[in-house]
């Protein structure tokens, strides 16, 4: 078992790299080659910047019971369809139950944003320590069951 991170612009790397090395995990992350990372604990895959390039990568490493953390709906399905666990950077678990919806709304979404004549998308709101707190029991507790 191992954790896969899609970490271009991952805001809970340090979270998952810290719960991965109390468990003893091996962890991977994966970036392209506009979002260069380093670490002492993980191993790094820079990838090159194509469209999607990091998410089939990750998807071609991953395995059974595998964790990977990603805020991609399409990389969580993959990943849910490999048998691998599957976590978003809110803490909120991917599951087969609940991943049809998601990837439904995310479509919906994009089509009513490509009809509207609007360009300027409100972007995500500010991270705060909650939402690391949120994120880090969530992920502990995957780790725990699996």
Avoid at 23 to 44: A, E, G, K, R
């Amino acid at each position: 078992m191992q954790i896969l991170v899609d970490a271009d612009a991952c805001p809970v790397v340090g979270i998952v790299e810290s719960l991965a090395e109390k468990y003893n995990i091996p962890t991977t992350l994966l970036c392209d080659t506009n979002h260069v990372l380093y670490s002492d604990y993980s191993d790094v895959i820079i990838v090159g910047a194509g469209t999607d390039a990091v998410d089939y990568k990750l998807i071609s490493i991953c395995h059974k019971g595998d964790i990977v953390v990603s805020q991609d709906y399409g990389v969580a399905a993959m990943a849910l369809g490999k048998g691998a666990y599957a976590i978003h950077k809110s803490g909120k678990w991917y599951t087969d139950e609940n991943i049809d919806q998601m990837l439904m709304e995310r479509h919906l979404n994009k089509k009513a944003r490509r009809g509207s004549h609007k360009n300027h998308i409100k972007g995500p709101r500010k991270r705060t320590e909650e939402d690391d707190v949120r994120f880090a029991q969530s992920f502990e507790k995957m780790i725990q069951i699996r």
